[in-house]
């Protein structure tokens, strides 16, 4: 089942000098996982075109959310925080983070459109994997930032490049994948840690800085077969198995 729930939405035509991580009282009163989406600004428009940015993208991630509630049989729940928009990774402190973790935010993410030259946009997106964040090893930063688009000369329809491009997928797979994990679901583990591991390869192209979260992945599937024995016969299955055709369970 997929929840949604919309705070009034307040858009920033310019990055405000005193964004930082304002509260957000939804994120601990909903239950299920979540993932926050916070303010996307933008640069040189206006604000019924950034509200109109902001409410295609809350409903391209809550499409996206819709299979995966299915899979799990759980709440997933896109909550829009108006006004809220962290700094950069030395917002999610560790006791920022613990909270965020217990309750059940997936992935929360932020960022800015602005004029790169007169004929061409750019976005820069950055994404916190809350339970990578509070569970990965510090070489694992768990916050990172993608500039889109990642060819020149075009300018991004930002709510098609996050549906189309691999990091959101890669992302949102990982952190729910560590969840499960964390709670004892191992089959179901396996399968999105998978699927965020064959996303990352992609995505790792283009973002080096990935490549230790990809690492990080590679650990936890081969964690998660030792603490479920009856899940070594999928290893056939994963990409970590080596295999061209490989596929995720």
């Known amino acids: ?5 919309s705070l009034p939405v307040l858009f920033l035509l310019a990055i405000p000098a005193g964004a930082q991580l304002t509260g957000c009282n939804p994120i601990a009163t909903t239950k299920g996982f979540k993932v926050v989406l916070d303010d996307i600004t933008l640069g040189g428009g206006n604000s019924t075109e950034g509200q109109t940015l902001m409410n295609r993208l809350q409903f391209k991630l ?3 959310l819709e299979q995966l ?6 709440p997933l729940t896109v909550l829009r925080c108006a006004g809220r928009r962290p700094r950069g990774a030395g917002d999610f402190a560790p006791a920022i983070v613990s909270r965020l973790n217990a309750n059940d935010v997936l992935v929360e993410l932020w960022g800015s459109v602005y004029p790169r030259t007169p004929t061409l946009m750019e976005a820069l997106v950055s994404f916190a994997l809350v339970p990578v964040r509070e569970y990965a090893p510090a070489q694992v930063a768990g916050v990172y930032t993608i500039t889109y688009p990642k060819q020149p000369g075009r300018s991004p329809d930002l709510v098609e490049l996050l549906a189309r491009e691999h990091e959101f997928n890669a992302f949102l797979s990982v952190s729910l994948g560590v969840k499960l994990m964390k709670s004892g679901r191992h089959a179901e583990a396996l399968r999105f840690l998978c699927r965020g591991h064959l996303s990352l390869q992609e995505a790792a192209k283009h973002n080096p800085g990935a490549t230790p979260l990809l ?3 590679v650990g936890l599937v081969e964690e998660n077969r030792k603490q479920a024995p009856e899940l070594a016969a999928l290893r056939r299955l994963s990409p970590l198995s080596g295999g061209r055709n490989a596929v995720c369970p």
Do not use: G, L, N
Not at 69 to 74: G, I, K, N, Y
């Open 62 to 64: 809550e499409t996206t």
């Open 215 to 217: 690492q990080y992945v």
């Open 69 to 74: 509630a299915v899979e799990t049989d759980a």
């Open 1 to 5: 089942m997929i929840r949604i729930v």
